[in-house]
């Protein structure tokens, strides 16, 4: 294709998709962006069974005229796929990012695995997002390649810390981001900290309540640019205790938060690097949590966190491997 081709971003992943889509327009490209609340209804379906069905005509005629204006689909989570190859949808070549509970869990899931493996099978080109889904999303695809879960860079606030210092957690409280090691962490720090620092973290997830019972103070869900200044404001954060981070984690590094978590992470599949954060055990991060309490900015600068973080997640950095791709796949 000699003309620069027509690209839509389907569906998003903790605004993933949204931060291509604006890297790219900074770069001169215009690609279309549907997110979630476009491609299909988000709220409980009425009991009339006429209205539950009458209720998704507008996102199937805004899903086929979006698909019609596109030369390439980039779909983002692995069950999204059915959504453009439903019947009258038009066709077109897409590229699939696996963002984690597709490939790490649906895929082992006999309701679920036919129909990610069918869209896996599908598309063009397969990425995975998280450095712990390598050996299943090349498992199921052979050529799967790691594309990390990127931070729009311009959405970002500067670091600056609140007068009161405040320890975030910073992802949702469930079984994914480790939530029983979570809250052990959560009720130690809240035995050492006393007024030094303010616990705080988002009321989500089923642990949610016990991490209020155990000394953290919960903030409502917020619009996400309000979730940044809070991040923004911290000293420190504390990401979810897994051998993986999500994107929370990296938007904090990039913003400059020092940034603990229990355990260790995995190496990134392309450079082997892993993220400089405080980790260990409970009694580990706790005291090295402590010690940063002190000096969040001489933490953050011995830590390195936004020097490793800035040019591996910068969407920036990826647009033109992409466009390439696009290019080279539409028809």
């Known amino acids: 294709m000699t003309r620069e081709p027509k690209v839509l971003q389907f569906n998003d992943c903790a605004f993933v998709a949204r931060s291509m889509v ?82 790490r869990r649906q895929w082992k899931d006999p309701a679920f695995h036919d129909e990610i493996q069918r869209a896996i099978d599908g598309a063009s080109h397969v990425f995975y997002a998280n450095a712990d889904n390598k050996d299943d999303a090349t498992s199921a695809r052979s050529d799967a390649e ?17 007068h009161k210092p405040q320890i975030m957690f910073i992802s949702r409280w469930d079984d994914d981001k480790g939530m029983e090691r979570q809250l052990k962490l959560a009720g130690a720090l809240a035995t050492v900290i006393g007024d030094k620092a303010e616990l705080i973290g988002l009321d989500w997830g089923p642990g949610a309540a016990e991490a209020r019972a155990r000394g953290v103070r919960l903030l409502e869900k917020m619009p996400q640019h309000r979730y940044y200044e809070q991040l ?16 929370s984690e990296f938007e904090a590094l990039c913003i400059g938060l020092p940034l603990a978590a229990l355990g260790s992470r995995l190496p990134r599949p392309d450079d082997g690097t892993v993220p400089p954060v405080m980790e260990g055990s409970v009694a580990d991060v706790v005291d090295q949590v402590l010690a940063a309490l002190a000096d969040p900015a001489d933490a953050s600068g011995r830590l390195g966190g936004a020097e490793w973080a800035v040019p591996r997640y910068d969407a920036a950095a990826y647009i033109p491997g992409l466009e390439a791709l696009y290019r080279k796949i539409a028809r």
């Open 232 to 247: 923004a404001r911290s000293a420190v954060g504390i990401g979810q205790a897994s051998e993986y981070f999500s994107t």
């Open 146 to 162: 790691f594309f990390p879960s990127v931070v729009d860079l311009a959405r970002l606030p500067t670091w600056i810390p609140a």
């Open 22 to 103: 604006s890297a790219a327009a900074r770069a001169g490209l215009r690609w279309d962006y549907l997110p979630p609340e476009q491609v299909r209804p988000m709220t409980a379906a009425p009991r009339n069974p006429l209205l539950a069905k009458a209720r998704f005509v507008p996102y199937l005629l805004r899903r086929r005229a979006a698909l019609q204006a596109a030369d390439v689909v980039h779909v983002h989570y692995g069950t999204s796929v059915r959504l453009i190859r439903e019947r009258g949808m038009p066709d077109r070549p897409y590229v699939l990012t696996l963002h984690g509970t597709d490939i």
